[in-house]
């Protein structure tokens, strides 16, 4: 039987990128960032493009294909996952650039790919047919082998500041080897170094354009739900195939191995089985949980009062999946903990994923209350008697 019910069979391309991840997964993490043929692999199973119009050559794809996709890959190298991830997201990003600004990043290659940052930081100044920017962005996943980055500072137009995104090709900016984490190392998220640059102005858009999403008609379906509506699910998809990496290594692995003391197969004891069961349910809760959230956004419906309860269910099937993995990894015992062992990355890899600020139940709540108890809701507060 299945762990995980009936499976989606990847694409010939997404299945060889899984198996290169999971070849390179230990020199990956050693170097922290990923190998060549790792990153060929990337572009060529078609993650950057995968929300790029077909206009210019993408594939305009959809969240649950990309969640479907982003799954077996992290459950051989969540760090591939992650990047798998980040580099579709960022893509669909960039489709809020003028006409000719996506013609630039795609006219010949719309496999580009496109490292981003959205937390504003340095300056952008207006000049001229343009912005002149200049600044440090830290925590960017990718940037060693990305062709562009999207990074977001302040600017002001006449009296009015807000957050714009700009778009740097390449040989304009630099990468600070400053990634050094506990999990997710392969993901070579360094910092974005730019220095007095000119950005023309069609390179460049409002953040707020970016979390609206585009009107009806003016491009890919998927482009239309706001930012908050769909951020988490970037971040949650590889976390959700980290896990499932995670519970069929260890299935793998216990169902081999005999009581030392009895000489009974250890996938009999009963404690095995509640990991086992309890753990699978809270993976596949959290899938259910995920694809409801991409079905979402894939029907083009306005999403904007959706966004609190998809704050809520990423967050809380992101706590499901490092419930999983913790309770495996504790029931993996003192094999589990060898640096040999995949299991020790994987829990590494899924507690430094589950950090991400986009993640946190906390953060989640206030919305979501506020959405519950607003004077609108039609289930106010029963009056206390």
């Not at 930012?227 to 970037?234: E, F, I, P, R, W």
């Not at 499932?244 to 030392?260: F, N, Q």
């Not at 009963?270 to 979402?296: N, Q």
């Amino acid at each position: 039987m299945s762990l995980w019910g009936t499976a989606v069979e990847p694409p010939a391309a997404v299945a060889d990128l899984a198996a290169t991840a999971a070849k390179y997964a230990e020199q990956a993490e050693e170097q922290r960032r990923l190998p060549p043929d790792v990153v060929t692999g990337l572009r060529g199973a078609g993650f950057a493009r995968h929300f790029v119009p077909t206009a210019f050559g993408g594939s305009q794809g959809g969240y649950e294909e990309l969640l479907d996709l982003v799954v077996p890959v992290a459950a051989a190298c969540p760090s591939t996952g992650w990047s798998a991830s980040i580099a579709a997201h960022t893509g669909r990003m960039a489709v809020h650039l003028p006409e000719r600004g996506r013609r630039e990043v795609w006219g010949e290659h719309p496999d580009a790919l496109i490292a981003g940052a959205l937390v504003p930081c340095g300056t952008a100044t207006r000049v001229s047919g343009g912005w002149r920017v200049t600044g440090r962005w830290a925590y960017v996943s990718g940037a060693d082998y990305s062709d562009w980055a999207l990074i977001c500072a302040p600017g002001a137009v006449g009296s009015e500041s807000q957050p714009w995104c700009f778009v740097i090709p390449r040989e304009h900016y630099e990468v600070a080897d400053t990634w050094f984490s506990v999990g997710m190392r392969a993901t070579g998220s360094n910092t974005v170094v730019v220095r007095e640059l000119f950005v023309p102005e069609h390179r460049s858009f409002t953040r707020a354009a970016l979390e609206a999403g585009l009107r009806a008609g003016d491009g890919p379906v998927s482009c239309r739900a706001p930012l908050k509506a769909v951020n988490g699910l970037s971040f949650a998809g590889p976390l959700l195939g980290a896990a499932r990496g995670l519970v069929e290594h260890w299935v793998d692995w216990i169902g081999r191995k005999v009581d030392t003391h009895t000489g009974a197969p250890a996938r009999d004891r009963v404690s095995v089985r509640t990991v086992l069961t309890r753990s699978s349910a809270e993976v596949e809760a959290a899938a259910l949980l995920l694809r409801s959230i991409a079905r979402a956004a894939d029907s083009g419906s306005d999403l904007r009062s959706a966004v609190p309860r998809h704050l809520r269910n990423w967050s809380f099937a992101t706590e499901l999946l490092r419930d999983a993995a913790e309770r495996i990894f504790v029931a993996s015992g003192t094999a589990g903990q060898d640096e040999g062992d995949r299991a020790q990355r994987f829990w590494r890899d899924i507690h430094s994923g589950a950090s991400h600020f986009a993640l946190q139940l906390e953060q989640a709540s206030g919305p979501f209350a506020q959405a519950v108890f607003a004077p609108s809701s039609q289930h106010p507060p029963t009056e206390a008697k």
